[in-house]
């Protein structure tokens, strides 16, 4: 319970009595229980989750009260019952819900869990490590021929039989000159050079996020090694104290050292864990510095028009020397 500990710590410090946790990633990380379908968790000094019938059975044996309400309106209730001076409710809550849920009480919008969160705890470094190394293990057993679809599939079917719960994530193939659209879906082409392949599993609900680009000629080995040194530059800078942005303006230097800034279309990372994309950003406007024991992704990319792209990608566990976490070669 140190993370609603943590958490009721939060609330106080932005001057309110209560939160009001809805998104389902943030009441797992507070009570270690996922809701199938919608649930409220009231932070105050006694919290309470609020469930659905479908959910109520299993959230019975948590440690902190779980009651049962079948509209927002019982939640409300419950919420006003505590008379709270002050609210904090999540930004990614609905409006029509919020609607049915504000009362007589002050509110703000804010996101307390995601700044917890960023922080990894020992367990949950263990976790995201387990995904990876079954992304990574799944990838060696796919042979890159044949049609992307194929190739998507494959890889998403060893990860499922070697322990993933689900793709984090729809994976990427791209090849030829498909490879120069980012978030290319998958087609039933026949794979040509290069070949971007995106993906990533999940274990206990934490992901993984690779991406390798397959390259052939020299122009294609010119693109790779110059995002491969811009990489480098990144996780060396990625330093605990450093801004996020900061890490984004020396990858983004490198590659603009070799003409190609325009090029690179997208932001050099994210924060990983729960979610696939979550803070902090590694961005040109992200002021979060970054702390020990987050875990970031680093993934420049450089895409032609017309031609081809390539990207790169790792994650890295932030340290006094930074860690790269992948095992999986960057020249495949």
Request: proline content about 4%; some cysteine; glycine content about 6%.
């Amino acid at each position: 319970m140190n993370r609603l500990k943590a958490a009721l710590e939060k609330i106080m410090e932005k001057g309110c009595d209560m939160a009001v946790i809805s998104k389902s990633e943030n009441v797992f990380y507070l009570t270690g229980f996922r809701p199938s379908a919608r649930a409220f968790l009231i932070l105050a000094d006694e919290p309470i989750l609020m469930v659905t019938r479908m959910d109520i059975d299993e959230a019975e044996n948590l440690s902190i009260d779980v009651l049962e309400f079948k509209k927002s309106e019982d939640v409300k209730e419950k919420i006003e019952s505590i008379s709270p001076m002050a609210v904090i409710f999540e930004p990614s809550l609905p409006i029509g819900t919020f609607s049915k849920l504000k009362g007589s009480f002050k509110f703000t919008i804010e996101d307390i869990i995601g700044d917890l969160r960023m922080i990894k705890e020992k367990v949950e470094i263990e976790h995201i490590r387990k995904a990876l190394r079954i992304a990574e293990e799944s990838f060696m057993e796919v042979e890159v021929q044949g049609v992307e679809a194929m190739i998507a599939a494959n890889l998403e079917y060893h990860m499922k039989i070697n322990g993933s719960m689900k793709p984090a994530f729809d994976t990427i193939v791209a090849s030829g000159v498909r490879s120069s659209n980012p978030h290319a879906e998958v087609s039933f082409n026949k794979i040509k050079t290069p070949v971007v392949i995106d993906w990533g599993a999940t274990w206990r609900y934490y992901h993984s996020d690779t991406t390798r680009t397959l390259v052939r000629g020299e122009d294609e080995e010119e693109i790779l090694d110059i995002l491969l040194d811009a990489q480098r530059e990144g996780v060396k800078a990625a330093k605990p104290g450093v801004k996020a942005s900061y890490i984004d303006e020396v990858v983004r230097g490198v590659i603009s050292e070799y003409g190609y800034e325009d090029n690179f279309i997208h932001s050099t990372g994210h924060g990983i864990g729960l979610e696939v994309h979550e803070p902090p950003s590694l961005s040109a406007n992200e002021d979060i510095r970054l702390e020990k024991n987050m875990i970031i992704t680093i993934e420049p990319g450089i895409y032609i028009k017309g031609e081809f792209g390539a990207r790169t990608e790792d994650m890295i566990l932030i340290k006094k020397n930074p860690k790269i976490l992948n095992t999986l070669p960057s020249r495949i």
